[in-house]
């Protein structure tokens, strides 16, 4: 059972950054795919980036350019770099694990799902 839990959420100017933390435990975190994704109010939860075992990234269209994903896997904890926020990026952010080998980063969730991290961007 892997247990993912996320730090570094809070209000942000537009334009402004933030950097999202999310450590894991309980399972061989190099052997899992990494995500993120984001939850407004009164809408779904949506794919925000991913990165395999190996650090190949996705991302959402409306972040590219935007926001990094990075893991380091010594440490059991993958990372999501917001710069340049907008209002619109302003979310409930939820770390997302799933075991697989792919060199595919996916956009499909996986099984195993943080607790949230608050994002408010105030224009």
């Known amino acids: 059972q892997v247990q993912l839990v996320e730090s570094g959420g809070g209000l942000v100017q537009a334009g402004g950054s933030l950097r999202l933390s999310c450590a894991a435990s309980g399972g061989t975190f190099s052997s899992y795919a990494m995500g993120w994704f984001r939850q407004a109010p009164g809408k779904e939860r949506e794919f925000v980036a991913s990165i395999t075992w190996i650090g190949i990234t996705r991302y959402v269209d409306s972040v590219k350019g935007r926001f990094t994903i990075s893991r380091d896997n010594a440490k059991n904890t993958v990372f999501l770099q917001m710069n340049s926020l907008k209002p619109e990026d302003t979310a409930v952010y939820y770390c997302?694990?799933?075991?697989?080998?792919?060199?595919?980063?996916?956009?499909?969730?996986?099984?195993?799902w943080g607790q949230g991290t608050q994002v408010t961007v105030s224009s």
């Open positions: 997302n694990a799933g075991f697989s080998r792919s060199t595919m980063p996916p956009a499909a969730p996986g099984n195993y």
